[in-house]
């Protein structure tokens, strides 16, 4: 089955690390996003990236950072500069060719100690 | 300009009823309306959308509701079930659907027996 795998589900991390979640696709998608969701706020992207080796910041890309190596991966970094990392991460792809319906994977809840 | 402001927070129908949610937009270069659906621990899925070409979408017991002159768009469930309850976020992009998405902060939805 096509989709976006992000691992890992749950994930504790201790004020002062780094931590990276992952994000695979078999859909063939071009485009890949990172959103941030926290309650009563709506989604918010953090990163994006519309082919590979090329990658452009969202609306809160402080303390976050990404890579695009290869197509089908897109892998986020929180990084300890990132002041307020506790949030429900989510990964979404999307086709170049319409109807450009953005595909999430199931999300990544972090919590920092 | 950029926001999606999205009413009510959260909202409690009895079973059979109909369920109104509410998005407004400023910015007028947004030509693309999706409403996505997420439920507990997942990820969003997209619902249905709406192009600023008609005035009403309906796809089962979902409709979108467009005003362009008002710059508002709504999402009516009717026969609300159980099952439809969720989290429900409108949203809007520029660009067509190829535009990064600007997310509402959502609405919960609990459909009471």
């Known amino acids: 089955d096509g989709g976006i795998t992000q691992s890992p589900k749950y994930l504790f991390r201790k004020e002062g690390q780094n931590v990276t979640l992952s994000c695979e696709q078999n859909l063939n998608h071009d485009a890949m996003y990172w959103y941030r969701q926290d309650p009563g706020q709506g989604l918010r992207l953090i990163y994006y990236s519309q082919i590979v080796n090329d990658f452009q910041k969202g609306d809160i890309a402080e303390g976050y950072s990404v890579s695009r190596e290869k197509k089908e991966s897109f892998p986020l970094t929180v990084t300890s500069a990132q002041k307020n990392p506790t949030a429900f991460y989510l990964c979404a792809s999307r086709t170049g060719a319409l109807p450009g319906e953005l595909f999430f994977g199931e999300g990544s809840r972090l919590t920092v100690l | 300009q950029q926001q999606v402001k999205q009413s009510p927070q959260s909202l409690i129908v009895q079973k059979g009823g109909i369920s109104i949610i509410n998005c407004a937009y400023e910015?007028?270069?947004?030509?693309?309306f999706p409403w996505y659906q997420q439920f507990p621990g997942k990820g969003p899925a997209l619902l249905i959308a709406i192009r600023p070409d008609v005035s009403e979408k309906k796809e089962g017991r979902f409709t979108i509701s467009f005003n362009k002159s008002a710059k508002q768009f709504s999402l009516h469930i009717m026969d609300s079930q159980p099952g439809d309850s969720a989290t429900y976020f409108c949203?809007?992009?520029?660009?067509?659907?190829?535009?990064?998405?600007?997310f509402g902060k959502g609405t919960k939805l609990s459909v009471k027996p």
């Open positions: 910015n007028t270069a947004f030509d693309y």
């Open positions: 949203a809007a992009s520029k660009g067509g659907s190829q535009g990064n998405l600007i």
